[in-house]
């Protein structure tokens, strides 16, 4: 019978004031890494599906047209999920988001260098800017006079915030809820317009005091699944709440 606690055989950037940190995404990639030199292609996959507008927006503001920066954000992650582009990954890379800057920084530069007319995108499609919704396309050209990297962040929150927003919607529509969402959700974001919890009351069909109360688990749940987004792209626990601080940030200098 062996003495003392069961040893924890975890790696270190995997716990956290004696707890593990539950894997996601981002912390797969980085294991498989480490472990065998490959990123876990439908993990990585499902992350680069879902943050290539601050790509598009990054490589638009660099001069090229619409039709150009497609391409190559197209050809930006196929190479990202063929490549060997994670062999190098390691717990101090830390965020997801630096890591894809920098990744972009690169091919940017190896792209102008072979200027490379070869057809882009091979099989993998990450994105199709046709099928966007115009507002969308909108958020990811670039604003006059914009800093490069605070363009960036900003992108990638405006990102954050609208997958946020679809799982919550989701979630009322799960529960045949979607009517009280389209009332309580100008709610979640504070605001000049926002009703009084009154008139959203009258809205509901519900007493003010059950207004607020509606109001506020619609934001509990809504800061629930933003802290649940973030850590699918940062490394450790301890990052969660300084990436939702830069993050809003980012925001509000927009």
């Known amino acids: 019978m062996k003495d003392g606690p069961p040893r924890d055989t975890a790696p270190a950037w995997r716990r956290s004031h004696g707890q593990a940190f539950a894997p ?30 601050p790509i598009f927006t990054q490589i638009r503001m660099k001069g090229h047209d619409v039709h150009q920066a497609q391409d190559l ?11 060997n582009a994670f062999a190098g990954v390691s717990p101090d890379k830390g965020r997801f988001r630096t890591f ?39 958020a990811c050209e670039p604003r006059s006079g914009d800093d490069p990297e605070l363009a960036y962040d ?8 609208a997958k946020v927003r679809e799982r919550l ?5 799960a529960a045949d809820q979607l009517d009280r969402h389209e009332v309580l ?46 850590s699918r792209t940062v490394a450790e626990p301890d990052e969660v709440e300084d990436e939702i601080r830069h993050l809003l940030a980012a925001l509000r200098h927009s």
């Open 185 to 230: 959700k100008i709610h979640l974001m504070d605001g000049a317009d926002a009703p009084s919890s009154l008139e959203t009351g009258a809205a509901l069909g519900l007493g003010e005091a059950a207004a607020k109360s509606a109001i506020h688990r619609m934001r509990r749940r809504f800061a629930e699944l933003l802290r649940a987004e973030i």
């Open 100 to 138: 894809l800057l920098a990744a972009l920084r690169n091919f940017l530069i190896n792209e102008w260098k072979r200027e490379n007319t070869l057809k882009r995108g091979g099989a993998v499609s990450i994105v199709d800017l046709d099928a966007l919704d115009p507002a969308v396309r909108d």
């Open 73 to 83: 954000t197209q050809e930006f992650f196929t190479r990202l999920l063929r490549g």
């Open 169 to 173: 919607r989701r979630e009322y529509e």
């Open 154 to 161: 900003r992108q990638w929150a405006l990102t954050v915030i």
């Open 24 to 53: 996601t995404p981002w912390t797969m990639v980085m294991a498989a890494s480490l472990d065998a030199g490959g990123a876990p292609s439908e993990a990585l996959e499902g992350l680069c599906r879902a943050y290539w507008p």
